[in-house]
């Protein structure tokens, strides 16, 4: 397997959390994004660089920059500080590949979620695949999240968005490419 990149698009306005920039809230003896990069320490041999999108207001009031090199003094990251906060989690990300030119194998990763990424690499590490994308089966409550539709004979995705209320098939936080 070739080195990865990972992207932690964090450019969110955080409406959930009373506005409050999400990955630096404390969730336990860690913040979220601390949390969220755990489970790839395991994996630094095999990552290129961390990607931490971001916008520049969030970096002016939360010190951005100065928590990163705190937080990551042994992880090779780079930060992309974008001028102004984007509409969607996708629109982050493009504009976050688009402004470093980020090129080759990468996990895109919620920077709230703390996942054991070991099968994930498992499967990368024995299966030559261009996309894949974790799920799980949601209920009611997971409402919001992102879902996609499964052609269960091909197993390829025919639909993909937060807006399929009959999915009952959630994306877990974080999709290879």
């Known amino acids: 397997m070739k080195k ?8 969110g306005k955080s409406s959930r959390f009373n506005y409050k920039f999400k990955p630096f809230i404390q969730i336990s003896d860690l913040t979220f994004i601390e949390l969220a990069v755990k489970h ?5 041999n095999l990552i290129n660089i961390v990607y931490f999108i971001i916008a520049e207001e969030q970096n002016i009031n ?3 920059e100065q928590k990163l090199k705190y937080y990551f003094k042994e992880i090779n990251y780079e930060l992309i500080i974008l001028q102004k906060q984007t509409n969607s ?13 980020i090129i080759g194998e990468s996990i895109i990763c919620d920077c709230d979620h703390s996942i054991d990424i070991e099968p994930m ?19 009611e409550y997971n409402n919001n999240w992102d879902k996609i539709i499964i052609n269960e004979k091909t197993n390829t995705i025919l ?7 009959n999915s009952k098939i959630g994306i877990i936080g974080c999709i290879y490419f």
């Open 4 to 11: 990865l990149n990972i992207i932690f698009p964090m450019c």
């Open 89 to 101: 989690h996708y629109e982050t990300i493009k504009k976050g590949i688009y402004t470093k030119n």
């Open 62 to 64: 939360n010190d951005v």
């Open 121 to 139: 690499m498992n499967y990368l590490n024995n299966n030559s695949i261009d996309i894949l994308v974790p799920y799980w089966n949601i209920n």
């Open 40 to 44: 790839f320490k395991k994996y630094i």
């Open 159 to 165: 639909n993909f968005n937060n807006k399929l209320s």
